[in-house]
């Protein structure tokens, strides 16, 4: 079994920051693509960023130059830094992540369950 968790949302003002973190655990054997998803209230999900295993990141434009995407290996941990938040920010971020089991085995994809962010004009 996989687990993935979120942590570190809440209710900030305008302008604020957050940190959110992203941790897989259970029987892991390597965690290939990592990506922050966000659903606001009556929209679909959508991606924020990504992240491959080698590092190399992809932002969506709204949050280009405001948000960074990380990642620590050897904890099975990802993060997202956002800065300068903005109401339309709001929503829950789910994590999304692409895991190997085994080391012949095939990728399965895990989502958490989703950390709710509150940004007040």
């Known amino acids: 079994q996989v687990q993935v968790v979120e942590s570190g949302g809440g209710l900030v003002q305008a302008g604020g920051s957050l940190r959110l973190s992203c941790a897989a655990s259970?029987?892991?054997?390597?965690?290939?693509?990592m990506g922050w998803y966000r659903q606001a209230p009556g929209k679909q999900r959508e991606l924020v960023a990504a992240?491959?295993?080698?590092?190399?990141?992809n932002y969506v434009d709204f949050v280009k130059g405001r948000f960074t995407i990380s990642r620590d290996n050897t904890k099975n941990t990802m993060y997202l830094q956002m800065n300068s938040l903005k109401p339309e920010d709001t929503g829950v971020y789910y994590c999304?992540?692409?895991?190997?089991?085994?080391?012949?085995?095939?990728?399965?994809?895990?989502w958490g369950q989703g950390t709710q962010v509150t940004v007040s004009s």
């Open positions: 999304n992540a692409h895991v190997m089991r085994s080391a012949w085995g095939r990728e399965y994809e895990y």
């Open positions: 992240i491959t295993s080698t590092g190399i990141t």
């Open positions: 259970g029987s892991i054997f390597r965690v290939n693509d």
